[in-house]
């Protein structure tokens, strides 16, 4: 059964050198919510979504993941939590020595024991829902930017993860395409997958978020609905929501 | 500048030296520690031998050519004067397989082998292909690291078979030039001073060199930063490093070889 909180960060501290990047961080996306962290660059967006899956150590605090303190877990334990959870990188970081079709089987060839022709099936079939079927024997390199980010979603989904991570789908974009990667995720999002997505773009954090969350100076400063959010007592809040509404 | 601000910077020099030295060989302990756990990742090192080994045959072969070549002169040039031709081809194997083989393959291969393992990873750490491989549950260190060091490994010995088989042929082309000897004869007189002792060490020495050329590439490779720049640097401090710690533990590693096998000196 799938825990009520399937993310939670607990008074998370971090530091690089003397730089502080995130400070006491709290935070929680129940399981089966879409919660979106805006926020100015530098203020640990990305960080946060690192510390979510292992990459990044705190310096202090906790951080759940579907109920597991990931912080205290051996390379094993954090390795099968991490086959729960799909990342998509902000530039989809696809291995550049394989092509597309192994980039998406990669996961499968490494965590089941299907049989080769059925991994080439399901990564078929995962690049396919991301419109990029085609693209199976291509190499990441002949790829556009938008290409390159939904062959990397449709890797971080290989193994229909619980909880999907995904930073700045929308940076470098056009808008259409920037469209097409948020109906993949809202796809995710009515499939019951739990999303938790970094972005600067507001447009696509309302259709996406249930909640938005705004990060400063590794901080929370407000959490709620993009119209709880408008109407912030914060003018900090307010301020960056009309600025990145352009309005 | 005063004096001692010269001396205060040598010193932090020194102990940034001293604990360059010492992530780095904590980091090739830990490779060694971790080729003999599972997962093996059998077929990424696999891959990685035909990488660092069958890719380079031709630019070992075609060196040891040449050096055999230049070697067998500088042998005649030297051995004519004591009217000692015959002991040319001994004398070229003996060089070959003692040290110059040995030698020149891993420096050879410091260039072509961690120069590439050095930007390969580098640019995997810059373009977050290393992150993504650990959050795919992919142990990133055992599956890049360590298959690369072992491939590394594994073939720098195979190629200074190569290298001293490859300088010995170069060497009866040389002595074919100038006057006629049967290639059994050539080789007959080139392996008759050669013993085990010459052979089996100095060849299992270069297993040293391989960890030495893979643990300095894959090292910096995962500690790359500064995007494409950072890359570079990367490439070329692979290079300049592995070939100095090779140079440097060739000298002790003969010093080795000399006390375990007084016969050799």
Redo the contacts between chains.
């Keep these: 059964m799938a825990a009520v909180e399937a993310i939670r960060l607990d008074n998370v501290s971090k530091a690089f050198g003397a730089r502080a990047v995130l400070q006491s961080l709290t935070l929680t996306v129940p399981a089966g919510k879409a919660y979106c962290i805006l926020g100015r660059s530098g203020t640990g967006k990305s960080v946060t979504l690192?510390h979510i899956?292992?990459?990044v150590h705190p310096d202090e605090g906790r951080i759940l993941v579907e109920g597991e303190d990931i912080t205290r877990l051996s390379?094993a334990d954090l390795?099968?939590v991490?086959?729960r959870?799909g990342?998509l990188?902000?530039?989809a970081?696809?291995?550049?020595?394989i092509t597309v079709g192994e980039n998406v089987a990669?996961?499968l060839r490494?965590?089941t024991r299907l049989a080769d022709a059925e991994v080439r099936r399901r990564a078929r079939e995962k690049l396919a829902q991301v419109g990029l079927e085609a693209a199976y024997d291509q190499m990441p390199g002949e790829l556009s930017g938008g290409m390159r980010k939904r062959a990397g979603l449709a890797?971080a989904m290989a193994l229909d993860p619980s909880i999907l991570l995904v930073d700045e789908p929308s940076a470098g974009l056009d808008p259409i395409t920037s469209r097409e990667i948020d109906e993949l995720l809202l796809a995710q999002r009515r499939a019951g997958t739990t999303l938790l997505v970094v972005t600067h773009n507001i447009p696509s954090a309302r259709l996406l978020g249930d909640r938005l969350i705004v990060l400063h100076e590794g901080r929370v400063v407000a959490e709620g609905t993009s119209g709880e959010l408008e109407r912030s007592p914060e003018p900090l809040v307010r301020e960056f929501m009309r600025a990145e509404t352009g309005g | 500048m005063t004096v001692a601000t010269s001396v205060q910077r040598a010193s932090d020099a020194l102990v940034d030296s001293f604990a360059w030295l010492g992530a780095l060989s904590i980091f090739g302990a830990r490779a060694l520690r971790d080729a003999f756990r599972p997962p093996f990742e059998l077929d990424e090192i696999t891959r990685q031998t035909f990488d660092v080994g069958w890719r380079s045959v031709p630019l070992i072969a075609a060196s040891g050519l040449a050096i055999g070549i230049v070697l067998s002169m500088h042998t005649r040039a030297s051995l004519e004067r004591f009217g000692a031709e015959a002991m040319i081809p001994a004398g070229l194997a003996l060089a070959l397989i003692r040290e110059t083989g040995p030698l020149t393959t891993a420096l050879l291969l410091a260039g072509r082998v961690g120069a590439g393992i050095g930007a390969?990873l580098g640019?995997m750490r810059v373009?977050?292909?290393i992150?993504?491989?650990?959050?795919?549950?992919?142990?990133s260190f055992k599956y890049l690291a360590v298959t690369r060091i072992v491939a590394c490994i594994l073939t720098v010995p195979l190629l200074t078979v190569l290298m001293n088989f490859s300088g010995m042929v170069g060497g009866y082309i040389a002595e074919s030039a100038i006057g006629y000897m049967s290639l059994q004869l050539y080789f007959d007189r080139a392996f008759s001073l050669v013993e085990f002792q010459d052979f089996i060490p100095s060849t299992l020495k270069t297993m040293v060199f391989g960890f030495i050329i893979g643990t300095v590439a894959s090292y910096l490779g995962f500690q790359t930063s500064g995007g494409t720049e950072g890359v570079g640097r990367t490439s070329t401090r692979s290079v300049v490093l592995a070939s100095l710690l090779i140079i440097v533990t060739n000298v002790l590693l003969v010093r080795l070889i000399f006390f375990l096998f007084p016969q050799n000196v």
């Design positions: 690192k899956v292992g990459l390379r390795a099968r991490r086959r959870m990342f990188f902000q530039n970081a696809l291995f550049d020595s990669f996961p490494r965590h890797r | 390969e640019a373009t977050e292909q992150d993504a491989l650990e959050a795919t549950a992919v142990d």
